[in-house]
């Protein structure tokens, strides 16, 4: 699964996921799409997400909402409200993988409870970060 | 606070550096590289977070690499059946796709339900039909086909056909990080 998120110079912020599913899905399956809210999500006045990983869990969890309501009426920062959706309520659960975040001030945070993920970032004139391991 | 930025997944999951030469490791570094520059292009250039995102997205889906697009993975018959979701955080308008199988960048069929359609998610054939009528680039399904992928479900479909022990599975899980997601298929 693949996807971005992103925050413009008019404060605008956005996401995007696109993905082929899991290898042998049968029965109209439809648990690793990226469910509004789920797998997807964006709002201005909280972050924008984008998520990879075991659908069905992130649809369970409502993970890119849940991120956005912890920073709206738990005050926490993106980093803390992904490290609470990801690290834990989808740990507690079973639900393997991670997130891309990006928040209104620029932020970003990139959890994950997996092995490894392939990310990046790229901030305003700074060069571009490519990471894949859980190491780096 | 920052100007503009952008971030970008191309997968998690049993991603060990032990399991990678050190040219998978390079190819996948340079295509995710590739990805943020072009997504950063159009933030650089004044560009709404919308178009930088769909940018991004789309150089992973037209790569192999990823399970996206070209590089998908197969359902059960055999098929490459892609989904995606765009959300703009400045009015919470939202698109979605489900189960495309011709649209070559399912991104864009994403946005096309949001910006052209009264609704926020379409799937199977109604969402290609949809897309078929938003002049998007269509391919032939076979577009979509990579060997490495179709031989993840040949190699899914044998362990359906045999009984088990628990050190065969142990052994398919080690070999391929996508049959421990086999119950998720």
């Not at chain 2, 037209?62 to 765009?86: C, H, Q, R, W």
């Not at chain 2, 479909?157 to 065969?168: A, I, N, V």
């Amino acid at each position: 699964t693949v996807g971005a998120v992103a925050k413009d110079k008019n404060g605008n912020i956005a996401a995007a996921t696109s993905t082929g599913g899991m290898t042998n899905k049968r029965f109209g399956r439809v648990g690793d799409v990226p469910i509004i809210g789920a797998g997807t999500y964006a709002d201005n006045a909280t972050c924008a997400v984008s998520a990879t990983g075991h659908g069905e869990y992130f649809i369970r969890t409502v993970v890119g909402h849940e991120i956005a309501s912890l920073m709206r009426y738990g005050g926490k920062t993106l980093a803390e409200a992904g490290d609470e959706v990801v690290m834990k309520q989808l740990v507690e659960i079973g639900g393997s993988g991670g997130i891309i975040s990006i928040d209104k001030n620029g932020n970003i945070a990139m959890p994950f409870n997996s092995e490894g993920m392939y990310r990046g970032y790229r901030k305003a004139n700074e060069a571009a970060k490519v990471m894949i391991y859980k190491d780096e | 606070q920052v100007d503009f930025a952008l971030a970008i997944h191309g997968g998690a999951g049993t991603i060990k550096k032990e399991n990678m030469t050190a040219e998978q490791d390079a190819e996948y570094r340079a295509k995710l590289e590739e990805a943020l520059d072009a997504g950063y292009k159009v933030l650089e250039n004044g560009g709404e977070a919308l178009d930088a995102v769909v940018a991004a997205v789309k150089v992973m889906e037209d790569s192999p690499l990823f399970n996206a697009g070209k590089g998908a993975v197969f359902t059960n018959e055999g098929k490459n059946e892609m989904d995606a979701a765009i959300m703009n955080g400045s009015d919470r308008n939202a698109g979605a796709v489900a189960g495309l199988t011709r649209i070559k960048n399912p991104i864009t069929a994403a946005r096309a339900v949001m910006e052209n359609s009264p609704h926020v998610f379409m799937s199977g054939a109604g969402a290609e039909q949809f897309a078929l009528t938003q002049d998007l680039e269509q391919v032939d399904p076979s577009y979509f086909y990579t060997d490495f992928r179709f031989q993840q479900l040949e190699q899914i479909r044998e362990t359906e056909k045999t009984e088990l022990d628990h050190s065969s599975l142990l052994e398919m899980e080690l070999k391929d990080p996508f049959f421990k997601d086999r119950k998720f298929g």
